[in-house]
Structures are given as structure tokens and as C-alpha cells.
């Protein structure tokens, strides 16, 4: 599935952007949102609309958002968040995860959280990551995640990751 070229609408919905792009790799009947940069947009709005309710819309999207919107979009699959845990994050669920087909949102930033992207597969010791300010996949060392000195998404530090339970159904059903 071609996911490249499709970006956030605004600087406030790449959680959203995030949580549609999962949904879509995860459920073929929802890919159609992607037909267009139209329709991802507004599906965008949709999505941030809904799962923001108390949260100010301003201030982008909570972790507990973006895996409440995946599990809902994605016809099944349920997801769930946890803390980046610093330098000793082995990150072998989110490999895991990854491994089995799954995509895994990570929440980036500097000394706040300011950025959602979507890792979308593992090559190695390389993770491709969708960046939906550029719309483009880009290649991620996993070192650089481990270490926080992650580069070309814009931020340097993760700071959670939201995942899927992997009790729940495969990514490939």
C-alpha cells in the first residue's frame, strides 16, 4: 500500500494523520480514506474532533487518544500506550509488534512532547517511519531511538510508543 505524499492537515492533527494512516494499513476496508490528500484531510478533522472531547484540540493528541482512535478505526485490533523508558528501553515489544506486521505510533519531541509519527515496518536495525508533516517514509536507526538521538522527524527524544496488545487478532488477518 502506498502511504508516502499523504500529510497532516494543520500543525495540531498528526496524531490523527497517525492513527488514520494505522488504521488503513491494518484494515483494507478503511483504506479508502487514502484515496486522496482530500479525503485524508477531512477524515483527519473527523478523527480529531471525535477523540479529542476534552483535551484541547490546540495542544495536538494524547497518547490514550491516538490508541483509542487506532482500536476504533482499525475494525478490531486494540491497541494500547506506555512510556518511552529511557536508555534501557530495549523496545523489544515494539519490535515485536513490528515483526508480526503491526504498525506502532511513537510520540517524539525535545523536552516536551510535540510530534506523533507511525513506524511502519523493521528492516534490521533500521525502522521505517511515516512522517506526516512531509508525508514521507523515512529511515530511523534503532540505536537513535534507544538513545534519543533520533534525526529527520523532527524531534530528537521519544517519549511513548502506542502498540498493539498482541493477544488481540494478527495484523495479516
Given at each position: 500500500?502506498?502511504?508516502?505524499?499523504?500529510?497532516?492537515?494543520?500543525?495540531?492533527?498528526?496524531?490523527?494523520?497517525?492513527?488514520?494512516?494505522?488504521?488503513?494499513?491494518?484494515?483494507?476496508?478503511?483504506?479508502?480514506?487514502?484515496?486522496?490528500?482530500?479525503?485524508?484531510?477531512?477524515?483527519?478533522?473527523?478523527?480529531?474532533?471525535?477523540?479529542?472531547?476534552?483535551?484541547?484540540?490546540?495542544?495536538?493528541?494524547?497518547?490514550?487518544?491516538?490508541?483509542?482512535?487506532?482500536?476504533?478505526?482499525?475494525?478490531?485490533?486494540?491497541?494500547?500506550?506506555?512510556?518511552?523508558?529511557?536508555?534501557?528501553?530495549?523496545?523489544?515489544?515494539?519490535?515485536d509488534a513490528l515483526s508480526a506486521g503491526w504498525p506502532v505510533a511513537m510520540l517524539v519531541g525535545r523536552t516536551i512532547p510535540r510530534h506523533w509519527v507511525l513506524i511502519v515496518?523493521?528492516?534490521?536495525?533500521?525502522?521505517?517511519?511515516?512522517?506526516?508533516?512531509?508525508?514521507?517514509?523515512?529511515?530511523?536507526?534503532?540505536?537513535?531511538?534507544?538513545?534519543?538521538?533520533?534525526?529527520?522527524?523532527?524531534?530528537?527524544?521519544?517519549?511513548?510508543?502506542?502498540?498493539?496488545?498482541?493477544?488481540?487478532?494478527?495484523?495479516?488477518?
Open positions: 500500500m502506498q502511504i508516502s505524499r499523504l500529510r497532516q492537515r494543520d500543525g495540531t492533527t498528526c496524531g490523527p494523520a497517525v492513527a488514520v494512516m494505522a488504521a488503513a494499513l491494518l484494515d483494507p476496508g478503511y483504506r479508502p480514506v487514502l484515496a486522496g490528500q482530500g479525503l485524508f484531510s477531512d477524515e483527519q478533522l473527523r478523527v480529531h474532533a471525535s477523540i479529542n472531547l476534552l483535551w484541547p484540540r490546540r495542544l495536538g493528541t494524547t497518547p490514550t487518544a491516538v490508541a483509542r482512535a487506532i482500536t476504533v478505526l482499525s475494525g478490531g485490533a486494540r491497541y494500547r500506550w506506555r512510556l518511552w523508558w529511557g536508555r534501557r528501553d530495549r523496545l523489544c515489544d515494539v519490535l515496518d523493521v528492516t534490521g536495525e533500521m525502522l521505517h517511519c511515516y512522517e506526516p508533516s512531509s508525508g514521507e517514509v523515512r529511515v530511523l536507526d534503532l540505536d537513535a531511538v534507544r538513545l534519543a538521538k533520533l534525526r529527520n522527524v523532527g524531534y530528537p527524544r521519544p517519549f511513548a510508543f502506542v502498540l498493539p496488545r498482541l493477544s488481540t487478532r494478527s495484523a495479516t488477518a
